[in-house]
């Protein structure tokens, strides 16, 4: 059974910074792309970003471009998202997971198949 647990998530001022870091069991970590989602009150879960596994190609949802870089390490089982220029309406529930090997995009949600608890990110205005 994979385990994604995140942390990093906090209340933070406009225009600060989060790191948000994702952790997986297992020895297949590297073997499989991650993505960072999100999820407003009353919205529906969104891509905010997603990395290749071996982490050359990152992707970015249009509303996080230039804002948020996500990377990640291999050898630690980790995955970060890190934000910048937060914006209140970047106020969410941000939920890493990995996918599932069956489809070749990586900005939807049926992409993926283990998915971590999340961590809540507020940003006051």
């Known amino acids: 059974q994979v385990q994604l647990v995140e942390s990093g998530g906090g209340l933070v001022q406009a225009g600060g910074s989060l790191r948000l870091s994702c952790v997986g069991s297992?020895?297949?970590?590297?073997?499989?792309?991650m993505g960072w989602f999100r999820q407003a009150p009353g919205k529906e879960r969104e891509f905010v970003a997603a990395?290749?596994?071996?982490?050359?190609?990152?992707y970015y949802a249009d509303s996080v471009k230039d804002r948020f870089t996500i990377s990640r390490d291999n050898a630690k089982n980790t995955v970060y998202l890190q934000m910048n220029s937060l914006k209140p309406e970047d106020t969410a529930v941000y939920s890493c997971a990995r996918q599932n090997g069956q489809y070749s995009t990586l900005t939807r949600d049926y992409a993926y198949a283990y998915w971590g608890r999340g961590t809540q990110v507020t940003v006051s205005s």
């Open positions: 990395i290749t596994r071996s982490g050359d190609r990152p």
């Open positions: 297992g020895r297949t970590f590297g073997m499989y792309a």
